[in-house]
């Protein structure tokens, strides 16, 4: 995964809620963060400036304040978040990375029938 879409905790957390929101200040940020979480107005606004330059969120300035809109969206971060672990942790196998998955989780009978149904489906793409 290219260091430009590696996001520590704090700054995934803020993605999230920008994802959700399309677009927000540092106090609609703020005002979306579990009611545990406590950030300081000012961590919040260096941590959005970060990402900034990070070229994962644009910014425009409306008055006084500052709109921040995400330019990675979070299906790119996913895909690339994935393949760095396949490629670390299961050697470049997308198998053995579904293997494990369906083996260390407690899968239901619903969610046994949705992976068969992916991999057929899957199969039929592939054969044609």
């Keep these: 995964m ?11 957390e803020l993605m999230e809620i920008l994802w959700k929101l399309g677009e927000g200040t540092v106090h609609d940020v703020i005002a979306h963060l579990s009611t545990d979480r406590q950030l300081a107005y000012t961590s919040v606004s260096t941590m959005l400036r970060i990402l900034q330059q990070k070229n994962i969120l644009g910014i425009k300035k409306l008055s006084r304040q500052h ?26 196998s997308s198998a053995e990375l579904v293997a494990y998955l369906v083996d260390k989780n407690r899968l239901s009978m619903d969610e046994i ?3 068969q149904q992916l991999l057929d489906s899957k199969k039929k793409e592939l054969s044609v």
């Design 67 to 92: 709109v921040y809109h995400p330019l990675l969206n979070k299906e790119t971060y996913a895909t690339h978040s994935i393949k760095k672990i396949v490629q670390q942790v299961f050697s470049g």
């Design 2 to 12: 290219s260091e430009k879409y590696y996001l520590t905790p704090v700054e995934l």
């Design 113 to 115: 029938n949705t992976l």
